[in-house]
């Protein structure tokens, strides 16, 4: 029912003839923090990010574990997997399996299966002219990520990024499903401007985001500033630029963080443009940092301008 085609955030099958369709999703990370119980959290709520990307319920995970036993002692593992055992049950997902390979650089995520009734799947197909743009969570993890690797982070930047990182994207949907949402992705790997791109091009429209109106985790700008950029955020704003344009003075450190390569990031939902203001004061009652950042119009497919 879904597949790669519009480089949708999980994979949709036809269950038989019964009234859900299957989710279907991988995802693996490499540690953003050191605490092993807390990247376990993380890589957990990622994974399972994809699930309700797609309007669905996540059920059941397999866990992919990369480790060098040779190297770490086991209680690290160990650590690990309670981590996403923790994430798991709060987002009522059980874990019936995994596997475990030896690997010189840890890296840990799922597998994970969830449900969607097949008139209730949302994909980068269903945006519309006219709607608005909503973003649930904050950007900067992948700038932040690369500040606390070289140790340059404070403790109040890792915790907020921490917990925006460990927040499960179920609310924001539901709230979403309220306000009339038709479009859905969550922002991870590509970036905003990349996960934008791929709705843009898969419902045919072009889009304007209000940079200004962007919400940032604490120290972003200070960290992106001062050089603390992940290669696949520059990587993501290359491959980008040829579908951008600026308006107004454009701010170089705002377009990074638009293009940063998230982890465990909100879900980006278009929703008709009387529903925004609703929408975003129910997801700010859950203490998502939650904003309206722009809308989509009919124009050069795939296309973003980037009005400042």
Not at 54 to 79: C, S, T
Not at 142 to 159: F, R, S, V
Not at 242 to 264: E, M, R, V
Request: glycine content about 12%; some cysteine.
């Amino acid at each position: 029912m879904v597949s790669h085609d519009h480089a949708d955030d999980a994979a949709v099958v036809r269950a038989g003839a019964g009234d859900q369709a299957l989710v279907l999703t991988a995802d693996v990370i490499a540690p953003l923090v050191d605490d092993a119980h807390t990247f376990g959290r993380i890589a957990a709520t990622n994974s399972i990010s994809d699930v309700y990307a797609m309007g669905g319920r996540p059920l059941y995970a397999l866990n992919l574990v990369f480790f060098p036993d040779e190297l770490l002692p086991i209680e690290v593992l160990e650590e690990m997997l309670r981590g996403v055992e923790h994430a798991c049950a709060v987002a009522g997902v059980a874990i019936v399996g995994g596997h475990s390979v030896r690997d010189r650089e840890v890296k840990l995520g799922l597998s994970v299966t969830g449900v969607v009734p097949p008139d209730a799947i949302l994909t980068n197909r269903g945006a519309r002219a006219g709607q608005a743009l909503v973003l649930t969570k904050a950007l900067g993890t992948g700038i932040i990520g690369t500040a606390i690797k070289n140790q340059l982070a404070t403790t109040e930047q890792l915790d907020a990024a921490v917990a925006s990182m460990t927040t499960h994207n179920a609310g924001a949907l539901d709230a979403g499903r309220r306000h009339g949402v038709s479009a859905c992705t969550d922002v991870t790997g590509f970036g905003l401007l990349g996960h934008l791109h791929n709705i843009l091009r898969g419902s045919g429209l072009a889009a304007r985001i209000d940079m200004t109106a962007l919400p940032l985790l604490p120290g972003a700008v200070g960290h992106a500033a001062n050089g603390q950029v992940p290669g696949g955020t520059r990587a993501n704003l290359k491959f980008l630029e040829p579908n951008l344009t600026w308006t107004g003075t454009d701010d170089a450190i705002l377009t990074l963080l638009a293009a940063d390569a998230q982890t465990s990031g909100g879900l980006l939902l278009c929703v008709p443009q009387a529903a925004a203001s609703p929408l975003v004061a129910e997801l700010r009652d859950q203490s998502l940092p939650a904003a309206e950042i722009g809308e989509l119009f009919a124009g050069d497919v795939g296309g973003i301008e980037l009005a400042f």
